[in-house]
């Protein structure tokens, strides 16, 4: 079912950092080709506002909700109508997620350069965001809550979230978002909530959305956070620059470095949980071990035949995004899973918060056989809105970092300023620039 990438001998010495991304197994994922498809829904948006939005819901989501924005009264019915079980456990989530957010939160910093010179970083809030969360083969109310509490802890005035309209929700739920996405809204404190899903409500958040009699129903955002399909990710593309966005999210992926020590059926049931959301997702393992590689193999045909989505299981398994990696060494490991740079990287070796230690590129990662990814997803503290497509060699995940802009503020006195003057002047002469010296000097013109 699953593939083998054999590295060991002379494979991985000759590979040099570029070769050996390029050779580990990764999905297609083409945004350059969805931006054909996505350009014209979001002209359609910029122009039509919300009856096209409606009308893209009815086409793509094959639902057309009473109204754009889901009245409040929607939001309470879905409070009251969650299982208890589901509502105690989101509240968990939210607990534990804002526990490690709040820590996250900048302090201003100033720095006294000279007397009478003082450089601040004032940390600010993005006035306000957009936060997509998807509902296409799954429900992601934890989602709701890994977007929403960074973005609160950060003190954003407002935020708005989407989420696409369900052509099976029946009664008062039916064209709105799952009941259960709606549910996690309410609980966080969120009422401004759109029954829009894919490329058309990144183009909602970026451009806003009136009635046809001129009523603004979405005012336009200067953030949009949050995963997606292919078109959720070309959409954000090309809009970059109209609003910032946290990134272009692709399929999600599991990288997990093991040795001998690491019990195989675990490994198998991490890979499965991970392989169920999409038939692109991706599963990993990196190991030095011909034999825990076999024992998984078997784990792996066993487990994916009895799980719910055994067809989807399989096929993400074996695609070309899935496979067994075998090194010679944990040394070796190391080197393959930061180049390969996984949204999520498990650690299942001896030792293994010191081999954790030695990782540079990875969304997160989970320590020992009791930290698995689904832990992350849920009820960990941490975020899971990750980098993915091998970008964690370069971005972070979702945090209140994100939702922050650090601005400098310079604050010199007229003595601190004619000290550093003729530097000033130095520097600019040197880059032929000599009105920049100028503006120094005439604030002098006795000197």
Known sequence: MISRLDLRGTALSSLDARGLRDALPRAEFDVDAALDVVRPLCADVQARGVQALLELG???????????????EVLRA?????DPAIRGALLESIRRARLVHADQRRTDTSTTVTDGGVVTERWVPVDRVGLYVPGGIAVYPSSVVMNVVPAQAAEVPSLAVASPPQSTNTGVFHGYPHPTILAACELL??????????????????YGASD?????????VTLVTGPGNIYVAAAKRLLKGLIGIDAEAGPTEIAILADDAADADLVAADMISQAEHDELAAAV??????????????????????TRHAVRVKTALGGRQSGIVLVDSLDDGIRVVDAYAAEHLEIQTRDAAAVAARIRNAGAIFVGAYAPVSLGDYCAGSNHVLPTGGCACHSS???????????HVVDYSREALQEVAAQVVTLANAEDLPA??????ARFPDA
Request: aromatic share 4%; glycine share 10%.
């Open 285 to 306: 393992l990196v190991t030095d071990s011909p034999e825990l590689a076999e024992q998984v193999e078997r784990a792996l045909d066993t487990r994916a035949g009895a």
């Open 212 to 220: 046809e009699d001129g009523t603004t129903v979405c005012e336009p």
């Open 397 to 407: 995940g979702l945090s209140v970092q994100s939702f922050l802009r650090g601005i």
């Open 436 to 441: 920049h010296g100028e503006a120094v000097t």
């Open 78 to 82: 879905a409070v009251e109508q969650l």
């Open 58 to 72: 009815e086409r793509f989501d094959g639902a057309r909700p009473t109204s754009l924005r889901v009245p409040r």
């Open 189 to 206: 404190g969120v009422d401004e909530v759109y029954a829009v899903g894919g490329a058309q409500a990144v183009a909602m958040f970026a």
